[in-house]
């Protein structure tokens, strides 16, 4: 008898469940009691859950805000290997260990894009104008900079990208609400983080989520 082919790495792959550390799995069921009784679909709910452990701030419960379709395109997206672009390396960072492990999606930064900012811009926006025309259709991952948020709503707006979904989930003082408000007039699949909140370690989380979500699919598709 010839030997049993083996399986494509890709498809072994598949059948295999990500790690949920002890601590994790134990910080999810205290979150999970001290929320209580909530109105988000079970995707929104990993999403949220994912937020609130990386900054203990149940404040994200009411934050953050999904259009429609959002997860679901960006599930699809990750699972056919679309490119992430994040604002900032911390992001990009933040999430390659999970994309490592599933599907191995490319993950752009755009500050990493630009050496130099350009005249009147941010280094962060000139990274993000230049990684969005080679990247049309990724998805947007900014935590940082509102810079860089408005110059990608700008850019959708003109029609020259059209984002598979963006998070928007800019931080701090200056520019930051205004730059979210843009964003949720702006066209475009969207998960928003209201108000003044933000950064990379929530914007990791909320894609760790997305690419967890994804990769539960695939198994459940390829068992």
Not at 2 to 19: D, I, N, Y
Not at 70 to 75: G, L, P, Q
Request: aromatic share 6%; glycine share 6%.
């Amino acid at each position: 008898m010839g030997q049993a082919k083996k399986k494509p790495v890709l498809e072994s792959r598949f059948s295999m469940t990500l790690a949920i550390h002890p601590i994790l799995k134990e910080s999810f069921a205290i979150i999970d009691s001290e929320i209580g009784e909530h109105d988000f679909l079970p995707q929104e709910y990993a999403i949220v859950r994912r937020a609130i452990h990386s900054t203990a701030d149940f404040d994200f419960a009411r934050l953050l805000q999904f259009s429609p379709t959002a997860i679901e395109r960006a599930i699809a997206a990750i699972k056919n290997g679309g490119a992430i672009v994040t604002d900032v390396t911390m992001i990009k960072q933040g999430i390659a260990s999970t994309a490592a492990q599933t599907f191995n999606n490319p993950l752009i930064s755009a500050v990493e894009a630009a050496s130099v900012a350009l005249p009147g811009k941010t280094r962060t926006e000139t990274g993000l104008l230049k990684v969005a025309k080679e990247y049309p259709e990724a998805i947007f991952a900014i935590g940082n900079a509102p810079t860089a948020l408005l110059a990608l709503c700008s850019l959708v707006r003109e029609s020259s990208v059209k984002p598979t979904m963006v998070i928007g989930a800019t931080v701090g003082f200056v520019s930051v609400v205004e730059s979210k408000a843009v964003l949720a007039e702006t066209p475009v699949p969207q998960i928003r983080v209201e108000g003044r909140k933000g950064g990379s370690a929530v914007t990791a989380a909320i894609i760790n989520a997305l690419i967890t979500l994804a990769w539960e699919e695939q198994l459940i598709i390829n068992n």
